[in-house]
Protein backbone atom coordinates (compact mmCIF):
# COMPACT_ATOMS: atom_id res chain seq x y z
CA UNK A 1 0.00 0.00 0.00
CA UNK A 2 1.11 3.61 -0.81
CA UNK A 3 1.94 6.36 1.60
CA UNK A 4 2.53 9.91 1.37
CA UNK A 5 5.94 10.77 2.63
CA UNK A 6 7.00 14.37 3.86
CA UNK A 7 10.41 15.39 4.10
CA UNK A 8 11.79 18.62 5.28
CA UNK A 9 14.86 19.70 6.57
CA UNK A 10 15.77 21.24 10.48
CA UNK A 11 18.59 22.36 12.40
CA UNK A 12 19.24 19.54 15.32
CA UNK A 13 17.61 22.14 18.08
CA UNK A 14 15.04 22.61 16.73
CA UNK A 15 14.54 18.29 15.66
CA UNK A 16 11.91 17.69 18.92
CA UNK A 17 9.33 21.09 17.94
CA UNK A 18 9.81 19.20 13.86
CA UNK A 19 8.59 16.13 15.32
CA UNK A 20 6.21 17.16 17.51
CA UNK A 21 4.43 18.61 15.08
CA UNK A 22 4.37 16.35 12.10
CA UNK A 23 3.02 13.63 15.32
CA UNK A 24 0.40 16.20 16.18
CA UNK A 25 -1.10 16.27 12.80
CA UNK A 26 -1.03 12.20 12.45
CA UNK A 27 2.08 11.31 11.02
CA UNK A 28 2.10 7.34 11.21
CA UNK A 29 5.95 7.15 11.46
CA UNK A 30 8.78 9.86 11.89
CA UNK A 31 12.47 8.99 10.97
CA UNK A 32 15.61 10.62 10.56
CA UNK A 33 18.41 11.43 8.40
CA UNK A 34 21.55 12.81 7.80
CA UNK A 35 20.44 15.92 5.45
CA UNK A 36 23.90 16.57 4.06
CA UNK A 37 24.79 12.22 3.32
CA UNK A 38 24.02 10.75 0.01
CA UNK A 39 20.30 10.17 0.80
CA UNK A 40 20.95 6.94 -1.12
CA UNK A 41 22.85 5.49 1.30
CA UNK A 42 20.61 3.21 3.67
CA UNK A 43 22.99 3.83 6.67
CA UNK A 44 22.11 7.69 6.77
CA UNK A 45 19.06 6.75 8.24
CA UNK A 46 19.19 6.83 12.22
CA UNK A 47 16.30 5.79 14.50
CA UNK A 48 18.18 7.35 17.78
CA UNK A 49 18.70 4.85 20.78
CA UNK A 50 17.81 5.17 24.03
CA UNK A 51 18.92 8.31 25.45
CA UNK A 52 20.60 9.19 22.36
CA UNK A 53 20.13 12.30 20.24
CA UNK A 54 20.51 13.16 16.54
CA UNK A 55 24.78 13.60 15.80
CA UNK A 56 24.30 15.40 12.86
CA UNK A 57 24.01 19.29 12.60
CA UNK A 58 21.20 19.06 9.53
CA UNK A 59 18.22 16.61 9.64
CA UNK A 60 16.09 15.71 7.17
CA UNK A 61 12.63 14.71 9.05
CA UNK A 62 10.63 11.92 7.26
CA UNK A 63 7.34 11.22 8.21
CA UNK A 64 4.83 9.00 6.50
CA UNK A 65 0.90 10.03 6.10
CA UNK A 66 -2.11 7.67 4.52
CA UNK A 67 -1.57 7.41 0.68
CA UNK A 68 -5.11 9.70 -0.01
CA UNK A 69 -3.55 12.39 2.59
CA UNK A 70 -3.85 16.11 0.97
CA UNK A 71 -0.52 18.13 1.26
CA UNK A 72 -1.88 21.19 1.25
CA UNK A 73 -4.10 20.87 3.97
CA UNK A 74 -1.29 19.29 5.92
CA UNK A 75 1.00 21.92 5.35
CA UNK A 76 -1.75 24.15 6.30
CA UNK A 77 -1.92 22.26 10.07
CA UNK A 78 1.66 22.02 10.55
CA UNK A 79 1.72 26.17 10.20
CA UNK A 80 -1.16 26.36 12.58
CA UNK A 81 0.40 24.15 15.51
CA UNK A 82 3.33 26.04 15.65
CA UNK A 83 3.88 29.20 13.34
CA UNK A 84 7.35 29.31 14.54
CA UNK A 85 8.78 26.85 12.53
CA UNK A 86 9.27 26.58 8.50
CA UNK A 87 7.57 24.39 6.39
CA UNK A 88 8.59 26.47 2.87
CA UNK A 89 11.07 23.36 1.93
CA UNK A 90 8.88 20.53 2.51
CA UNK A 91 8.48 17.99 -0.26
CA UNK A 92 6.45 15.37 -0.67
CA UNK A 93 6.56 11.97 -2.83
CA UNK A 94 4.58 8.87 -2.66
CA UNK A 95 6.57 5.40 -1.77
CA UNK A 96 5.46 1.70 -1.37
CA UNK A 97 5.58 0.34 2.15
CA UNK A 98 8.55 -2.20 1.38
CA UNK A 99 10.47 0.86 1.49
CA UNK A 100 10.11 1.90 4.89
CA UNK A 101 9.91 -1.39 6.36
CA UNK A 102 13.56 -2.11 4.42
CA UNK A 103 14.60 1.07 6.26
CA UNK A 104 13.46 0.65 9.35
CA UNK A 105 14.19 -2.96 9.89
CA UNK A 106 17.77 -2.92 8.83
CA UNK A 107 18.55 -0.02 11.80
CA UNK A 108 16.50 -1.38 13.96
CA UNK A 109 18.04 -3.19 16.95
CA UNK A 110 17.05 -5.41 20.07
CA UNK A 111 16.88 -3.05 23.23
CA UNK A 112 16.63 -3.79 27.06
CA UNK A 113 14.32 -1.37 29.43
CA UNK A 114 15.16 -1.65 33.02
CA UNK A 115 16.48 -5.10 34.08
CA UNK A 116 13.93 -7.36 32.36
CA UNK A 117 12.15 -5.85 29.45
CA UNK A 118 13.66 -6.66 26.26
CA UNK A 119 12.20 -5.13 22.72
CA UNK A 120 13.37 -7.27 19.61
CA UNK A 121 12.46 -7.19 16.04
CA UNK A 122 10.77 -10.22 15.02
CA UNK A 123 12.94 -11.16 12.08
CA UNK A 124 15.98 -10.74 14.94
CA UNK A 125 18.05 -13.47 16.74
CA UNK A 126 17.64 -12.98 20.68
CA UNK A 127 20.37 -12.00 22.49
CA UNK A 128 22.24 -13.83 24.89
CA UNK A 129 20.39 -11.70 28.18
CA UNK A 130 17.48 -11.89 26.54
CA UNK A 131 17.29 -16.24 26.60
CA UNK A 132 17.14 -15.49 30.43
CA UNK A 133 14.64 -17.08 32.01
CA UNK A 134 13.00 -14.26 33.72
CA UNK A 135 13.34 -12.34 30.30
CA UNK A 136 10.16 -10.37 29.04
CA UNK A 137 10.71 -10.14 25.13
CA UNK A 138 8.07 -8.14 23.49
CA UNK A 139 8.83 -9.27 19.29
CA UNK A 140 7.75 -6.51 17.19
CA UNK A 141 6.87 -6.37 13.45
CA UNK A 142 7.03 -2.71 12.06
CA UNK A 143 3.84 -1.46 11.16
CA UNK A 144 2.36 1.62 10.86
CA UNK A 145 1.09 2.22 14.09
CA UNK A 146 5.08 2.78 14.94
CA UNK A 147 5.88 2.24 18.73
CA UNK A 148 9.55 0.38 18.66
CA UNK A 149 10.82 1.82 21.93
CA UNK A 150 13.31 3.66 20.03
CA UNK A 151 11.56 6.86 20.99
CA UNK A 152 12.18 8.31 24.55
CA UNK A 153 8.92 8.65 25.27
CA UNK A 154 7.85 4.80 24.96
CA UNK A 155 11.57 4.53 26.71
CA UNK A 156 10.34 6.27 29.97
CA UNK A 157 7.11 4.28 29.84
CA UNK A 158 8.94 0.67 29.02
CA UNK A 159 10.83 1.58 32.29
CA UNK A 160 8.28 2.32 34.51
CA UNK A 161 6.80 -0.98 33.97
CA UNK A 162 9.96 -2.94 34.27
CA UNK A 163 10.16 -1.42 37.88
CA UNK A 164 6.87 -1.94 38.81
CA UNK A 165 6.98 -5.50 38.16
CA UNK A 166 10.27 -5.59 40.00
CA UNK A 167 8.32 -3.73 43.02
CA UNK A 168 5.92 -6.98 42.41
CA UNK A 169 3.16 -4.40 41.64
CA UNK A 170 2.11 -5.67 38.64
CA UNK A 171 2.05 -9.15 38.56
CA UNK A 172 -1.77 -10.57 38.10
CA UNK A 173 -3.15 -7.06 37.31
CA UNK A 174 -5.26 -5.66 34.27
CA UNK A 175 -3.43 -2.29 32.55
CA UNK A 176 -4.90 -0.07 30.71
CA UNK A 177 -2.98 1.30 27.48
CA UNK A 178 -4.28 4.55 26.63
CA UNK A 179 -3.42 4.91 23.05
CA UNK A 180 -1.49 1.82 22.43
CA UNK A 181 0.01 2.50 19.44
CA UNK A 182 1.99 -0.31 18.04
CA UNK A 183 0.71 -1.52 21.88
CA UNK A 184 4.37 -2.15 23.00
CA UNK A 185 3.52 -1.41 26.42
CA UNK A 186 0.55 -3.29 26.30
CA UNK A 187 2.21 -6.36 25.39
CA UNK A 188 5.45 -5.34 27.94
CA UNK A 189 2.98 -5.53 30.62
CA UNK A 190 1.89 -9.02 30.17
CA UNK A 191 5.00 -10.36 29.28
CA UNK A 192 5.90 -8.58 32.82
CA UNK A 193 3.47 -10.29 34.68
CA UNK A 194 0.11 -8.85 33.78
CA UNK A 195 -3.33 -10.43 33.93
CA UNK A 196 -4.71 -8.65 31.26
CA UNK A 197 -4.12 -5.52 29.23
CA UNK A 198 -6.77 -3.70 27.14
CA UNK A 199 -5.59 -1.21 24.47
CA UNK A 200 -7.20 2.00 23.61
CA UNK A 201 -6.73 4.08 20.09
CA UNK A 202 -8.71 6.21 17.93
CA UNK A 203 -7.05 4.92 15.12
CA UNK A 204 -7.71 1.62 13.68
CA UNK A 205 -4.15 0.78 12.29
CA UNK A 206 -2.68 0.92 15.54
CA UNK A 207 -6.13 -1.34 16.59
CA UNK A 208 -4.64 -4.24 13.75
CA UNK A 209 -1.00 -3.54 15.11
CA UNK A 210 -1.66 -4.18 18.07
CA UNK A 211 -3.64 -7.25 17.78
CA UNK A 212 -1.41 -8.61 14.95
CA UNK A 213 1.69 -7.91 17.80
CA UNK A 214 -0.11 -9.78 20.05
CA UNK A 215 -0.85 -12.77 18.24
CA UNK A 216 2.65 -12.94 17.36
CA UNK A 217 3.54 -13.17 21.00
CA UNK A 218 0.90 -15.49 22.14
CA UNK A 219 -0.77 -12.80 23.91
CA UNK A 220 -4.13 -12.46 22.12
CA UNK A 221 -6.02 -14.14 24.32
CA UNK A 222 -5.11 -11.59 27.60
CA UNK A 223 -5.15 -8.30 25.47
CA UNK A 224 -8.14 -6.66 24.24
CA UNK A 225 -8.37 -3.45 21.94
CA UNK A 226 -10.95 -0.69 21.97
CA UNK A 227 -11.62 2.34 19.82
CA UNK A 228 -11.96 5.51 22.91
CA UNK A 229 -16.29 5.47 22.81
CA UNK A 230 -16.08 1.61 23.10
CA UNK A 231 -13.16 0.65 25.87
CA UNK A 232 -14.43 -0.71 29.00
CA UNK A 233 -15.12 1.92 32.51
CA UNK A 234 -12.33 0.20 34.96
CA UNK A 235 -10.93 1.64 36.78
CA UNK A 236 -8.09 -0.14 36.23
CA UNK A 237 -4.79 -0.24 38.77
CA UNK A 238 -2.16 0.33 36.21
CA UNK A 239 -2.66 2.87 33.75
CA UNK A 240 -0.29 4.13 30.98
CA UNK A 241 -0.64 6.78 28.40
CA UNK A 242 1.99 7.76 25.68
CA UNK A 243 0.37 10.28 24.19
CA UNK A 244 0.78 14.01 23.54
CA UNK A 245 0.41 16.60 26.47
CA UNK A 246 -2.63 18.19 24.40
CA UNK A 247 -4.42 15.15 24.86
CA UNK A 248 -3.26 14.20 28.00
CA UNK A 249 -4.82 18.02 29.78
CA UNK A 250 -8.09 17.00 27.75
CA UNK A 251 -8.57 13.32 29.03
CA UNK A 252 -7.60 14.05 32.76
CA UNK A 253 -10.44 13.28 34.22
CA UNK A 254 -11.33 10.39 31.83
CA UNK A 255 -7.84 8.77 32.92
CA UNK A 256 -8.82 9.52 36.17
CA UNK A 257 -11.91 7.68 36.36
CA UNK A 258 -10.05 4.76 34.67
CA UNK A 259 -7.57 4.68 37.53
CA UNK A 260 -8.80 2.69 40.44
CA UNK A 261 -7.84 4.05 43.75
CA UNK A 262 -4.40 3.64 45.14
CA UNK A 263 -3.42 2.78 41.40
CA UNK A 264 -0.53 3.52 39.50
CA UNK A 265 0.05 6.04 36.20
CA UNK A 266 2.07 6.94 33.75
CA UNK A 267 1.63 10.17 31.50
CA UNK A 268 4.37 10.24 28.39
CA UNK A 269 4.27 11.99 25.27
CA UNK A 270 5.16 15.37 27.23
CA UNK A 271 7.73 17.74 25.87
CA UNK A 272 10.38 19.47 28.13
CA UNK A 273 8.62 22.26 29.76
CA UNK A 274 5.46 21.18 29.39
CA UNK A 275 5.22 19.02 32.59
CA UNK A 276 4.34 21.70 35.40
CA UNK A 277 1.17 22.53 33.32
CA UNK A 278 0.07 18.73 33.53
CA UNK A 279 1.50 18.35 36.94
CA UNK A 280 -1.50 20.84 38.16
CA UNK A 281 -3.64 19.39 35.60
CA UNK A 282 -3.54 16.30 37.32
CA UNK A 283 -3.06 17.40 41.16
CA UNK A 284 -6.67 16.73 42.22
CA UNK A 285 -6.75 13.37 41.63
CA UNK A 286 -3.25 12.15 42.01
CA UNK A 287 -0.45 12.06 44.65
CA UNK A 288 2.97 11.29 44.93
CA UNK A 289 3.69 12.18 41.23
CA UNK A 290 7.46 12.10 39.91
CA UNK A 291 8.75 13.42 36.81
CA UNK A 292 11.53 11.36 34.83
CA UNK A 293 13.52 12.96 31.92
CA UNK A 294 14.87 11.23 28.80
CA UNK A 295 16.43 13.61 26.39
CA UNK A 296 13.63 16.37 25.28
CA UNK A 297 10.98 14.38 26.79
CA UNK A 298 9.30 13.83 30.39
CA UNK A 299 7.17 11.00 32.41
CA UNK A 300 5.02 12.03 34.46
CA UNK A 301 3.94 9.40 36.86
CA UNK A 302 1.99 9.19 40.62
CA UNK A 303 -0.43 7.47 42.21
CA UNK A 304 -4.45 7.48 42.36
CA UNK A 305 -5.87 9.20 45.83
Request: aromatic content about 8%; proline content about 6%; hydrophobic content about 50%.
Amino acid sequence: MPFLELTVRCREAEQPRYEHALEDVGALAVTMLDADADTSNEHAILEPGVGQTPLWDSIALSALFPHDADALLLLAALEAFDPALDWTGAAFRNVEDQDWERAWMDQYQPLRFGARTWIVPWNHELPDEARAADAAVVRLDPGLAFGSGTHPTTSLCLQWLDALAADGVLQGKPVLDFGCGSGILALAALKLGAAQADGVDNDPQALLATRDNAERNAVDAALAVFEPGQAPAGPYPIVVANILASALDALAEVLAERTAPGGRIALSGILDGQEEALLQRFRPWFGALSVAHEGDWVRIDGVRR
